[in-house]
T-cell receptor, first 113, second 115 residues
Framework: DAGITQSPRHKVTETGTPVTLRCHQTENHRYMYWYRQDPGHGLRLIHYSYGVKDTDKGEVSDGYSVSRSKTEDFLLTLESATSSQTSVYFCAISEGHGGETQYFGPGTRLLVL | AQKVTQAQTEISVVEKEDVTLDCVYE???????LFWYKQPPSGELVFLIRRNSFDEQNEISGRYSWNFQKSTSSFNFTITASQVVDSAVYFC????????????FGTGTRLLVSP
């Protein structure tokens, strides 16, 4: 199994508060991703990173920001959480892009009240 | 634009039955990759298979088999002699191979295998 951890695994927060989710990998993979999973939508890409300090937006990036200061860590921040951001968040990693297999972390379940 | 359709929302079978999960994809790329992932009730996403568009050979891994047909843009997944432990949500996904290509997921098929 790919060495990917996510923290926290569960979080309950209130609308308007900032939230940061952390993804940590031990595989030294260049690419890291953040997805959200919602019923009826499958998984949708929020942001991705193709190297330290190199990030870009995915299809549902509004309300989210990311940072990657080290190869092994990829942070997802909700600047001001809203109820629509209640979801399960998955981090993924891959060695390369364009068809490389993505391996997923265990997920973070976030509830915004 | 790329798209993956898993028309079967939920399938229920009895143990030992064979079951096929359908996946239909759309892409304009000539080179692309198809994937299947399993999400058991515990919630993690488990990679099952990756297939590139130039390899139409069917793949078998134990009780699992995959049928890739470019002519019908399908990449179907069959579980033979299903078991209760196969109960999960199964996702089909598609990626191109030039530049950054995101992984596009279908909405998943929930498989319930009862004893």
């Amino acid at each position: 199994d790919a060495g990917i951890t996510q923290s926290p695994r569960h979080k309950v927060t209130e609308t308007g508060t900032p939230v940061t989710l952390r993804c940590h990998q031990t595989e030294n993979h260049r690419y890291m991703y953040w997805y959200r999973q919602d019923p009826g939508h499958g998984l949708r890409l929020i942001h991705y990173s193709y190297g330290v300090k190199d990030t870009d937006k995915g299809e549902v990036s509004d309300g989210y920001s990311v940072s990657r200061s080290k190869t092994e860590d990829f942070l997802l921040t909700l600047e001001s959480a809203t109820s629509s951001q209640t979801s399960v968040y998955f981090c993924a990693i891959s060695e390369g892009h364009g068809g490389e297999t993505q391996y997923f972390g265990p997920g973070t379940r976030l509830l915004v009240l | 634009a790329q798209k993956v359709t898993q028309a079967q929302t939920e399938i229920s079978v009895v143990e030992k039955e064979d079951v096929t999960l359908d996946c239909v994809y759309e892409t304009r790329d000539t080179t692309y990759y198809l994937f299947w992932y399993k999400q058991p009730p515990s919630g993690e996403l488990v990679f099952l298979i990756r297939r590139n568009s130039f390899d139409e050979q069917n793949e078998i891994s134990g009780r699992y088999s995959w049928n890739f047909q470019k002519s019908t843009s399908s990449f179907n997944f069959t579980i033979t002699a299903s078991q209760v432990v196969d109960s999960a949500v199964y996702f089909c996904a598609l990626s191109g191979n030039t530049g950054f290509q995101k992984l596009v997921f279908g909405t998943g098929t929930r498989l319930l295998v009862s004893p």
